[in-house]
């Protein structure tokens, strides 16, 4: 059966965010296992780390929305499924969700779509736009709260024969593992930041964009030095403004307002993450609307750091409140600084049970290969089924 499985996978931009690195670690996941894995994106700097002899890459447009673009997509994808026999198409995005929906139904291939956001609505047509991702044989929630909200929003769109479930999103724990970090390495990194690690170190990551909530955490930054008095940590902010250059200026002038430009280091992008946990004391997602996983709360856990988060979407499972994290009130900037000082103030003991906690819920609940195993098991499903 596995060894004629045959998946193409279609995501718009091959980086780093939770999709793509999920995108990353089936098709390599599905190669390992004797069936052959195809990813169409449009590129992306994750794609330098694609092993072509085990996936095969094809670059297409497949980020447009323009309708024309989304229809020629679809008649190459018809092409593309036919010339390779592909088995399953998975979509990981609304535009390309059209695309391979078209292409799947006019070649009668299995069609597969992971839900991987709330994708807002203020308008029919919008929702209807969104709703290419719940008109696939199988759909894949990255969370339970993303399932809910499935079921809240899009029950009309869903077929009832059709599969709905949950597989939470994994990361890779032999690369988010602490112990694996050279100390010589740390260095370099924290020499190229420009920061002495006379303090403790408070790490934000994340792509700059308001509802990640920067404006909050800097509100915060200013709070805690107001209690106690003097800047006790540094602040890193670590995330590329991917254009937003206007919001990216508007949080310098915020760190200015504040005198914070000495203690708010900007770093536009890191290459091993794993490391810039490994340097960090402290790691606050602060988005202030609804993560649909919350994968800075899991790798921070994996690499057994304490995680503040806000109290709203998937951060609300990843986290176990009072064990491996905390959770402080959404946009409530007193509410994240309370919560910092508490964590700062903790002694060793406390601080190093938090982080076991934390790496001990993530080995058992979100591993990467028990999250390419479950999406595997379903994919052979699917076509045990037809």
């Known amino acids: 059966m596995s060894s004629n499985l045959k998946v193409l996978q279609v995501i718009p931009k091959l980086g780093y965010g939770g999709a793509e690195t999920g995108c990353y670690d089936i098709a390599h996941y599905l190669s390992e296992n004797n069936c052959e894995s195809f990813i169409v994106t449009s590129g992306g700097d994750l794609l330098k780390f694609v092993d072509e002899k085990k996936v095969k890459i094809i670059k297409l447009p497949v980020q447009s929305k323009n309708p024309l673009l989304v229809i020629i997509n679809a008649i190459i994808l018809i092409g593309i499924i036919l010339l390779n026999n592909i088995s399953i198409v998975h979509a990981r995005s609304r535009a390309p969700a059209w695309s391979c929906l078209l292409a799947a139904k006019i070649t009668g291939r299995k069609f597969v779509t992971t839900f991987h956001g709330t994708y807002n609505f203020n308008s029919k047509i919008k929702k209807f736009y969104n709703s290419a991702m719940v008109r696939s044989d199988l759909i894949i929630a990255g969370s339970n709260f993303i399932f809910s909200h499935i079921k809240k929003n899009y029950t009309e769109y869903i077929d009832a024969k059709k599969k709905l479930l949950v597989i939470f999103r994994g990361i890779n724990l032999d690369y988010f593992d602490p112990t694996t970090k050279l100390d010589s390495d740390e260095k370099k990194l924290l020499q190229k930041w420009q920061i002495k690690k006379d303090k403790k170190i408070i790490l934000l990551p994340g792509r700059l964009t308001e509802w990640k909530g920067q404006e909050i955490f800097i509100e915060a930054v200013n709070l805690v030095n107001i ?141 990467v290969d028990k999250m390419c195993q479950t999406t595997f098991t379903e994919y052979k499903k699917l076509i045990e089924l037809s």
Do not use: W
């Open 227 to 367: 209690e106690l008095g003097y800047e006790a940590f540094y602040a890193v902010i670590l995330g590329s403004d991917q254009g937003r250059d206007l919001y990216k200026k508007k949080l310098i002038r915020l760190t200015e307002q504040h005198r914070l430009t000495n203690q708010v280091k900007f770093i536009d992008h890191c290459e091993d993450m794993a490391l810039a946990y490994k340097v960090s004391d402290i790691v606050v997602s602060a988005s202030i609307e609804p993560e649909a996983f919350g994968r800075v709360s899991v790798e921070a856990q994996s690499m057994q750091l304490p995680i503040i988060a806000s109290d709203i979407g998937g951060s609300k499972e990843t986290i176990i409140n009072n064990k491996t994290g905390y959770l402080f009130t959404n946009k409530d900037s007193q509410s994240l600084a309370n919560s910092i000082v508490m964590v700062m103030e903790k002694n060793y003991n406390s601080l190093k049970s938090i982080g076991l906690e934390g790496r001990k819920n993530v080995l058992k609940r979100f591993d």
